[in-house]
């Protein structure tokens, strides 16, 4: 099916705005080269006062809470909710939140959204995380929710009273967590927050760099030098600089050996063992049962970002028909800036305009191997966090674990290949060691990729 064309007065129309300036009947997510892909303000950490039955079973759902143990450390958040009285039916109340415009809270919503995916998700898989803290045989899964609107990027709060930058990951401190995540020094805050580190660390600077470019392209004349590309092609290397130099402290801040615990809480209910048959939703879709990814690092927008940017092809195979479905979970917002960029870089055609001179073309290799060096480590991280602590083969978004991230990187590495290869020898002998190293890393980096994926995929048959 065709993709529907979004046009720029929609996908643009805040681009610039100041952050504070801006109603809260907007969608929280709406795309601000100040605020890049994080919410235009720090998430609302208390529900509205008719939601404080919901705020209250949050608080009391983690494992640990700053009073002791929670309902989940003992599996009773399911038996709670199943009494009915400490859950009352608040979906009329949704309603009454309405911004002083007169329009729909979104803020507010989002929040309550939020608490609700948390609530669900460990309602869901509760069982799961019973069977695993018993010891008993089974699947070693771990639940479901949104990425951006409920897990991880409105899921902040200033950990500190100063006028400090909340985003700065010693500031962080979590609203919702299914195990420790309250504790700053815990695995699952680690994750978290670095998810949102990384974010804020970069994402501004992308959205900016990305709409430069594209308007850069758009308004040089024909036979012109690529001049004015060189500065959107700068910042944009920055930005990557800064989200991998954030992403690189995963490894400090969250232990591999404690991902697969509070894992279990945000698996989904498509290709799941656990939901063969889906969930049914009392009173939806004439009771017919539903299917809903798990949330995933897969969904933040950043690298989806660079792949309709810089026109990355992918394979057409049943993975990549997964990336794709992956845009539906992203915030509406988020999927409409990316649809634009993805159709203005067609249209004006971005890689080939990369190419035209040697300095250009370089610094969009340069950019490619940010990518390629993002999804590397992406791949580290599944193999050190999952593949080595589970035999369980499917990832929280229902994509097989072993597979899918390859899928991808091999995409970029080929792209890197034909760039290099259409700079013509002379080209190539003028682009500098360190793209000849670059160049290299990735020859040897492919083929070190394709034994690493026989071998994972012989482990898992066995």
């Known amino acids: ?21 801006l109603p809260r009947s907007l969608d929280p997510f709406t795309v601000n080269v100040h605020r890049g892909f994080l919410p235009l303000q720090a998430p609302e950490v208390d529900l509205p006062k008719a939601f404080t039955p919901v705020q209250q079973l949050v608080e009391r759902m983690p494992i640990s809470t700053s009073s002791g143990p929670g309902l989940l450390a003992s599996f009773q958040l399911g038996p709670t909710i199943d009494l009915g009285s400490v859950l009352p039916d608040l979906a009329s109340e949704v309603d009454n939140l309405v911004a002083p415009d007169g329009k729909p809270d979104l803020v507010a919503v989002t929040a309550v959204f ?3 995916s948390f609530l669900a998700s460990a309602y869901l898989l509760e069982p799961c995380w019973e069977r695993r803290c018993k010891g008993e045989r089974g699947l070693e899964i771990h639940p479901f929710m949104a990425y951006a609107a409920a897990y991880c990027l409105y899921n902040y709060r200033n950990g500190f009273t100063s006028s400090q930058d909340p985003t700065a990951y010693t500031n962080l401190r979590l609203i919702c967590a ?18 949102i580190d990384m974010v804020s660390a970069g994402s501004p600077a992308l959205v900016r760099g990305s709409i430069d470019l594209l308007d850069a392209i758009a308004s040089k004349p024909t036979n012109a030098s690529n001049h004015s590309l060189t500065q959107p092609l700068h910042l944009l290397l920055e930005a990557m600089s800064a989200i991998e130099a954030s992403m690189d402290k995963m490894w400090s801040h969250s232990k591999p050996k404690d991902y697969t ?6 698996f989904g209910i498509t290709n799941q063992s656990m939901f063969p048959n889906g969930v049914v939703y009392e009173g939806e ?22 792949d309709s940017l810089l026109q990355i092809p992918m394979p057409e195979n049943p993975l990549t028909a997964i990336l794709r479905d992956f845009r539906s979970y992203r915030p509406k917002p988020h999927r409409e800036f990316l649809a634009y960029v993805r159709q203005r870089a067609e249209k004006l055609g971005v890689r080939e305009a990369c190419q035209e001179d040697a300095e250009t073309a370089v610094l969009y290799l340069r950019l490619l191997d940010h990518v390629r060096s993002f999804r590397w480590r992406h791949w ?6 999952i593949l080595r602590q589970t035999k369980y083969a499917v990832a929280t978004g229902g994509s097989p674990i072993v597979t899918w991230l390859p899928n991808q990187l091999f995409a970029v590495m080929d792209l890197m290949n034909q760039v290099w290869e259409g700079m013509g020898e002379e080209g190539r002998d003028g682009a500098g060691k360190k793209a000849m190293e670059m160049m290299g890393n990735v020859k040897e980096q492919r083929a070190k990729l394709e034994g690493e994926v026989e071998k994972w995929c012989k482990d898992r048959e066995a």
């Open 285 to 306: 879709n004439n009771n017919e049962p539903m299917f809903f990814r798990g949330e995933s690092g897969a969904n933040d927008s950043m690298i989806p970002l660079l």
């Open 178 to 195: 299914f195990e420790h995540g309250l504790d700053p020094c815990s695995s699952e805050h680690g994750f978290i927050a670095t998810h």
């Open 380 to 385: 580290l991280f599944s193999r050190e966090y």
């Open 114 to 116: 939020r608490d609700y």
């Open 1 to 21: 099916m065709a993709s529907t064309e979004i046009h720029a007065s929609d996908a643009l129309e805040y681009i610039r705005d100041d952050p504070h300036d």
């Open 261 to 266: 615990s509070y894992r279990t809480f945000i």
